[in-house]
């Protein structure tokens, strides 16, 4: 035995990761099942806060390797002193010696434009963080209004101003209620995070705004309990920070083993995105348009065919066809699929059903045409989906 009972060649690893909230949880929730899997690592784990400093006993510790969410030039200072490996979660500093994993933040903005433009929206608007204080936020937006700009359409953007004094909320939702009473409604917001598209939906009450009627807002993390405690609840992008975590502590282990680590920043794919009732509107005016894509949406995966969305509508094909698609973007068919897909995207991810009730629950007579389906629109077999969506 070695170190204090350490076994031969088991490494000593410590998480300096706040379990605060619900997206560090489910890091070190993809931290614990890589180790339990492939690792059998030595974990050194003591509850913290974000901004707590460097904990006292990290000056004495010796160990074999570090993960850890930097906030600050001081935590990266001390970290840096070990001269152990060390692999950041957080990616608020731009730190040469230290690799970081996190979302894909053009990945993320994409999942948000496609949600609204599927929801018939023109105007779009971004509402962040001061420039400077976080990186990987400012990505995020630089993302979202570059992707909004290459589809034709016109954004504005909202960095809310830091408040260290009085009350923060009241000062903070004021700004952003002010600048939403200028936007052209109605208008799709993306948040940074949830807790600023919580801070949306207070200011949308506070300015009379109705919500996702005249501004629909989409936060990101799906941290369900800001998620629900918001009114109405908030659509967010899951980050799948589980993945996040499972590939920071791979990351780690090879660095440990001595290999090499050929980029600077991994980034992984988010789950996908959650929708609730900030976002669950069509932006028309047109009332059969509006009409159809609800009963899409309620009965793609009831089997329903593009006859039975024209019963339901009382109009011809002829008639409603180009008034869809110049809404959408695409045609009444290609809206009962694009359900159903979501659909099966969503059960190959969280389920191990078989394809048979996958297809059945989607809404697909034969599990074949569906997998034709899915691959044309995808790129990837299920098999492929379903293994990429597991750590």
């Avoid at 204090?4 to 990761?17: D, F, N, P, T």
């Avoid at 499972?246 to 090499?260: F, V």
């Avoid at 394809?355 to 809404?363: S, T, Y």
Wanted: include cysteine; aromatic fraction near 6%.
């Amino acid at each position: 035995m070695q170190d204090g009972g350490r076994r031969s060649g088991q490494k000593r690893v410590a998480l300096l990761i706040e379990s605060t909230r619900a997206y560090s949880r489910e890091l070190i929730r993809g931290i614990a099942r890589f180790n339990q899997q492939r690792a059998n690592w030595r974990v050194e784990f003591t509850p913290r806060g974000l901004d707590d400093p460097p904990p006292a006993w990290l000056k004495a510790w010796k160990g074999d390797g570090i993960l850890a969410r930097i906030n600050d030039r001081r935590m990266a200072r001390a970290l840096s002193d070990k001269g152990v490996p060390v692999v950041d979660l957080r990616r608020t500093l731009h730190c040469d010696s230290v690799p970081a994993v996190g979302p894909d933040d053009a990945a993320v903005a994409r999942l948000v434009v496609e949600h609204f433009r599927e929801r018939g929206f023109r105007r779009f608007a971004f509402v962040g963080l001061p420039v400077g204080i976080h990186r990987a936020m400012d990505a995020r937006a630089e993302h979202f209004c570059g992707m909004v700009e290459q589809a034709g359409h016109e954004h504005q953007r909202l960095n809310v101003e830091s408040v260290t004094q009085g009350d923060r909320w009241q000062s903070q939702c004021g700004q952003i209620s002010r600048w939403l009473k200028r936007l052209d409604r109605p208008s799709a917001i993306m948040a940074c995070n949830d807790d600023l598209g919580l801070q949306v939906l207070d200011a949308c009450r506070r300015a009379g705004i109705r919500v996702p009627d005249e501004i629909a807002v989409v936060g990101v993390g799906n941290d369900e309990c800001l998620c629900d405690l918001a009114l109405p609840a908030l659509t967010s992008v899951d980050l799948n920070p589980q993945k996040v975590g499972y590939e920071a502590a791979a990351l780690l282990d090879r660095m440990m083993a001595g290999k090499s680590v050929p980029d600077r920043e991994m980034v992984v794919a988010p789950a996908g995105i959650v929708a609730r009732m900030s976002s669950d509107v069509v932006a028309t005016e047109d009332a059969r348009v509006a009409q159809a894509v609800l009963y899409i949406r309620q009965h793609a995966c009831d089997g329903i065919r593009v006859a039975d969305v024209l019963r339901h509508v009382s109009v011809s094909r002829a008639a409603l066809e180009p008034r869809f698609k110049q809404v959408l973007g695409r045609t009444v068919h290609q809206e009962i699929h694009r359900v159903r897909l979501s659909r099966v995207q969503e059960l190959l991810s969280v389920t191990d059903m078989p394809l048979k009730q996958i297809a059945r629950q989607a809404g697909y007579r034969y599990p074949e045409y569906m997998m034709r389906v899915f691959r044309l629109a995808t790129g990837q077999t299920l098999k492929q989906y379903r293994n990429a969506a597991r750590i």
